[in-house]
């Protein structure tokens, strides 16, 4: 298929070959899409580069969103690699290790800020930065998880960034629409990406969910990719301010 000919997207978050991200950035790829990316840190610049660094006119940036001057300076570079940008795919989020586990009540102040600030306001700030390069209008997605609308053991903080996320994803839909610019967000079932590792008995939640879902199965990253492909798509033209559950059925369930 040919989805996203002509189209420059900008894809945040791939970390490895099994981040959700990079099944996003792989759909995308499929389509005819060309693609900018970006990291945080010099940790992960390597296995971005070993990655995205083989398809055609890829631009690789760094950014840590915490860190202005750096979106900045990427949406720069974006600008003038291409000259427009038409999509993008925002795969991060982060809270502290400890605030993952234990009783929510006891996070602190500054994981709560973290994990809003990383997980939340992110997609406030490279929205602001695209919406110059989008002059066609564009599409923006994002990665939210259950555990935003209902209590989820440990995942605590992130559970109410993600809430924050999903609202943050319907008021800049509300902001951006006369600029034809959709916003929408994923919400996928737990997948075993390099965050979910070291997520207490993240084992047998999956196992858990699999069971429990209509399909029976857990969902797989190249199924969230599928759906990134076609939100950022014009098959997505009449949808904004969505969050789609890409989760097998799970979260339909009551008893
Ligand atoms: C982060 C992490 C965001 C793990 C995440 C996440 N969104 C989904 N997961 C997987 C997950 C994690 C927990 C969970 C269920 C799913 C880790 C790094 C910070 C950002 O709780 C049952 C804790």
Redesign the pocket.
């Known amino acids: 298929m040919n989805l996203l000919e002509n189209k420059v997207g900008l894809v945040l978050g791939v970390a490895n070959k099994r981040s959700i991200a990079w099944a996003c950035a792989e759909a995308c790829h499929r389509n005819g899409a060309l693609q900018a990316f970006s990291y945080q840190g010099d940790r992960l610049k390597e296995n971005v580069e070993k990655l995205a660094g083989e398809l055609p006119e890829s631009l690789i940036v760094p950014m840590d969103v915490t860190n202005q001057a750096e979106v900045d300076a990427a949406f720069e570079a974006i600008g003038k690699k291409y000259g427009r940008l038409d999509y993008i795919i925002h795969s991060i989020?982060?809270?502290p290790r400890e605030a993952?586990e234990g009783d929510y009540v006891a996070t602190t102040r500054d994981a709560f800020r973290t994990a809003l600030e990383i997980?939340a306001f992110s997609l406030n700030q490279v929205a602001f930065a695209a919406a110059p390069l989008m002059k066609e209008g564009g599409s923006i997605v994002t990665m939210s998880?259950y555990?935003a609308e209902k209590v989820?053991?440990?995942?605590n903080v992130?559970g109410v960034a993600k809430a924050a996320l999903e609202a943050s994803v319907r008021y800049l839909a509300a902001d951006l629409g006369r600029q034809g610019i959709r916003v929408n967000a994923i919400s996928a079932g737990?997948i075993n990406t390099l965050?979910?590792r070291g997520?207490k008995n993240m084992g047998s939640?999956l196992s858990y969910v699999a069971e429990k879902a209509p399909l029976q199965r857990n969902v797989e990253a190249a199924e969230v990719g599928n759906t990134a492909l076609f939100l950022v798509s014009d098959l997505a033209s009449g949808i904004t301010g969505e969050t789609i559950y890409v989760d097998c059925g799970y979260n339909i369930m009551g008893l």
């Open positions: 989020a982060f809270a993952l997980s998880y555990g989820v053991r440990n995942y992130m737990p965050s979910a997520v939640m």
